[in-house]
């Protein structure tokens, strides 16, 4: 168990609808950090947050979206969903967002979101 | 944009045999990480490589670092059962950068 909690587990839903996933990061860190992993795309890094902070954004559509709560937990919303989104959806975690420290950034993955579109 | 690529993507091996899993990126970075995956499952971190010339190794697993070739290796030595999974190795510039993947297949 990596200490991060992602919720819900497996989620089907239809095309057009909104889903949000959450996410809990271990206690402690402050960077969370969304990835979707699909059998044609690999792992693609969405976005991470650092302390309520955007701090870097990748492969994320304008569809989705996140945010970090003053609690650290954080939200990915998934909005005018297609059958393409269907994917597993990583939450992870990690101490810091910066490169300050000599001991490294691991990022600790949550079990993931199944989002299943149809 | 960084780069991150991994080669093979797919490797068959016999149980008892060596084989190097190589990981090469685009951009300068002393922060170079491998995870393991199992089929559905999360991805668990498997080795922390944080200068030029660091070497970790855990059981049959070995990674090492070339910050100057950008380049990095997990070698598997006598494989067995178990090791079958998918490896990532992921480069850190600030956020994390996962490569494709290795899924690896060790047959008896």
New interface residues.
Partial sequence: D?GVTQTPKHLITATGQRVTLRCSPRSGDLSV?W?QQSLDQ??Q?LI?YYNGEE??K?NILERFSAQQFPDLHSELNLSSLELGDSALY?C?SSVR???ET???????????SWLTVV | ELKVEQNPLFLSMQEGKNYTIYCNYSTTSDRLYWYRQDPGKSLESLFVLLSNGAVKQEGRLMASLDTKARLSTLHITAAVHDLSATYFCAVDTGDMRFGAGTRLTVKP
Avoid: K, V
């Avoid at chain 1, 000599?102 to 993931?112: H, K, L």
């Fill in positions: 990596s950090y990835y690999g792992l890094f991470q701090r870097a990748g990583f992870a967002g910066h490169r000599d001991s490294g950034n691991t990022i600790y993955f949550g079990e993931g």
